[in-house]
């Protein structure tokens, strides 16, 4: 079987499907139909499928010239019809791992991707799951229900953890270029995810077992979010102590050792970091740990929507205002800069708190052009003028997109509150950094 499958890996014959087309899975089902093989991508949203099948790309990495190439080359195709399955060799599950209210992992949807694949089961299959999970979940979760069909790991299926690693909007590395990590349940498992990854992904690195591959996408993104916690909190304490936080940034990042650039903002947003480090930490409240620091960065970093709520209120309070009734205008809405991701975004927090306060939110963002509050209030992007800046009291910088003319909105703007540093070098004393 295992000869088999790398065989039709060299031939190009295997046949590749893709489970969750989100801003994982559909640049890695384009990747695999670029490399030369037949790809199914599979979602449960139905309009999700019909745009990918008119060629229409809903994520930006995904060029829409592209993919109706490969469409029209008959390499690529969408479904919501699972029992696809049936004919896959190989399957990627790129599906959502969120959280819950309470903090715990919510890997329902690999509940149901997993449940799907076992219904369509079958021998000389590859299983590898993407989604970002706790260590355990390959082998505690996936593995006894696609071994309860009766067929065996290693010897008639082979299941291995490979975890994304997809930063939307960067112009420089894709799902091709990005070096991948793999890991199997058994050494043959390790060896096809191995090869199917690394005929169509530049570098793919082996490690020794699924729950080192899991482990890893934790440290990265855990190692993010705990510096971007203490940089918070330099950040604190460089305002109390009257200290301009970007030039001691600046002036340490002169070192050629021992410190890496982390930047200030207004709390963390995007579909990894500010979830991530949370698996590790409640799959160590069931083995009784505290992991101390994840704990202490996810408050301070929490912290700081609200650390920018207060900010506004002293650059009204400057202008002889008060959070009810003034005009606050957001400028970026998304969690980082020329996506349309908002999930977990700090500004919708601000956006929260300000409404909390009466204050008037309104908000600029050409790559979000409707947002949907967590009350069920709709609010649309307005279009960026002279006049909407006059009219605003306060403009709070959160997304620093690149359309975005700081000096422009310093001039126009009668109080900023520049959550990114886009207005770092102006002396104007009406601008209030973080």
């Not at 790809?39 to 949203?45: A, K, M, R, S, W």
């Not at 991530?276 to 160590?284: A, E, I, T, V």
Request: charged share 20%.
């Amino acid at each position: 079987m295992k000869q088999q499958l790398i065989e039709k890996i060299a031939q190009h014959s295997l046949r590749v499907g893709v489970i969750g087309l989100g801003y994982v899975g559909f640049p890695l089902a384009l990747t695999f139909a670029e490399a030369g093989f037949n790809v199914t991508g599979l979602d449960i949203n139905q309009q999700r499928v019909d745009q990918a099948n008119a060629g229409h790309s809903y994520i930006p990495d995904v060029d829409s010239s592209n993919l109706q190439s490969y469409i029209d080359k008959g390499r690529l195709t969408f479904t919501t019809d699972f029992a696809a399955l049936r004919d896959i060799d190989a399957i990627s599950i790129c599906v959502p791992t969120p959280l819950r209210k309470t903090r715990d992992p919510d890997i329902s949807y690999i509940l149901s991707a997993t449940r799907d694949i076992r219904a369509h089961l079958h021998p000389g299959q590859i299983i590898v799951l993407e989604s970002t999970t706790y260590p355990g979940t390959t082998d505690e979760v996936l593995l006894p229900e696609l071994e309860s069909t009766g067929l065996h790991v290693g010897q008639d299926f082979f299941l291995a953890f490979s975890p994304e690693r997809i930063d939307p909007g960067n112009p420089h590395f894709g799902a091709k270029n990005t070096p991948k990590i793999v890991g199997g349940i058994t050494a043959d498992c390790t060896e096809l995810a191995h090869a199917f990854y690394a005929s169509a992904i530049e570098q793919v690195i082996p490690v020794s077992s699924v729950r080192v591959a899991e482990m890893t996408k934790l440290l990265e993104n855990t190692f993010r979010a705990v510096n971007i916690g203490l940089v918070n909190e330099i950040a604190i304490i460089c305002e109390k102590l009257n200290i301009n936080v970007w030039e001691v940034i600046d002036a340490a990042a002169t070192k050629p050792f021992g410190f890496m650039r982390f930047l200030p903002g207004p709390g963390l947003g995007g579909h990894c970091i500010p979830v991530d480090p949370h698996y590790l930490s409640w799959k160590m409240r069931t083995m009784d740990y505290n992991a101390r620091f994840i704990e202490l960065a996810a408050d301070v970093n929490s912290s700081m929507p609200n650390y920018v709520i207060n900010k506004i209120s002293n650059a009204l309070n400057e202008q002889r205002r008060s959070l009810n009734g003034a005009t606050v205008l957001i400028l970026g809405v998304a969690y980082k800069r020329n996506v349309s991701d908002v999930r977990e975004s700090p500004a919708l927090d601000i956006i929260r708190g300000l409404l909390e306060r009466k204050s008037v939110v309104l908000y600029n963002d050409d790559f979000v052009p409707s947002l949907t509050l967590q009350s069920g209030r709709i609010m649309h992007s307005q279009q960026l003028s002279s006049g909407l800046l006059q009219a605003a009291d306060c403009v709070v910088v959160v997304t620093d997109h690149n359309y975005y003319d700081t000096a422009w909105i310093v001039d126009e703007a009668r109080s900023i509150v520049d959550t990114r540093n886009m207005t770092k070098g102006f002396q104007d004393p009406k601008i209030f950094m973080l």
